[in-house]
T-cell receptor
Framework: AQSVTQLGSHVSVSEGALVLLRCNYS??????LFWYVQYPNQGLQLLLK??????LVKGINGFEAEFKKSETSFHLTKPSAHMSDAAEYFC????????????FGSGTRLSIRP | NAGVMQNPRHLVRRRGQEARLRCSPM?????VYWYRQLPEEGLKFMVY????????ESGMPKERFSAEFPKEGPSILRIQQVVRGDSAAYFC?????????????FGPGTRLTVL
């Protein structure tokens, strides 16, 4: 079955440390892949997207993600965390067969320690 | 250029009442999607509409929920006889249908609380 999984519902890092949020998908055909950020009581903001061009995708706020077909992964990274990065992050996919329906992961809450 | 607009932003209803959530897509967009986010969960797809047509309603509960996107005016998500389990954030997204993956732009959401 086609699905998307985020490992770790809560990640805590120190300010200035590397941020790594994990996302794996399950599909025989690579889907379109997205990362969204949600601040408390707000809507979703698109961080970055993979649409079969370059496998390393750069997004806003210094985030980037690498598509690895062999690992069916699309992990989100940022070299140096900032306090303002504290938020909920959602990995999301659109599978070719789903007529544009976005499937979201369960989310990872990122906390930043001073 | 205004983004996707949703109103109201917050809605409180008592059990058994009706809730109407409105979504105005971005200018030039004729595709609308509704998603529901239950507390502490990710977003779940509910329904995909184009003007006057429901394209995919595979995520809609079988009873009490309906959606429309008329030729004129906003898209409406209607929940009849609300129950406490309907308390959630409801997000609308829109697209112009031209990109290969129908890039969707999200509104700020309507937070429904059922007392």
């Amino acid at each position: 079955a086609q699905s998307v999984t985020q490992l770790g519902s809560h990640v805590s890092v120190s300010e200035g440390a590397l941020v790594l949020l994990r996302c794996n998908y399950s599909s025989s055909v690579p889907p379109y892949l997205f990362w969204y950020v949600q601040y408390p009581n707000q809507g979703l903001q698109l961080l970055l997207k993979y649409t079969s061009a370059a496998t390393l995708v750069k997004g806003i706020n210094g985030f980037e993600a690498e598509f690895k077909k062999s690992e069916t992964s699309f992990h989100l990274t940022k070299p140096s965390a900032h306090m303002s990065d504290a938020a909920e992050y959602f990995c999301a996919v659109i599978f070719w067969s789903s007529a544009s329906k976005i499937i979201f992961g369960s989310g990872t809450r990122l906390s930043i320690r001073p | 250029n205004a983004g996707v607009m949703q109103n109201p932003r917050h809605l409180v209803r008592r059990r058994g009442q009706e809730a109407r959530l409105r979504c105005s897509p971005m200018k030039g967009h004729s595709h609308v999607y509704w998603y529901r986010q239950l507390p502490e969960e990710g977003l779940k797809f509910m329904v995909y509409l184009q003007k006057e047509n429901i394209i995919d309603e595979s995520g809609m509960p079988k009873e009490r929920f309906s959606a429309e996107f008329p030729k004129e005016g906003p898209s409406i998500l209607r929940i009849q006889q609300v129950v406490r389990g309907d308390s959630a954030a409801y997000f609308c997204a829109s697209s112009d249908g031209t990109s290969e993956y129908n890039e969707q732009f999200f509104g700020p959401g309507t937070r429904l609380t059922v007392l």
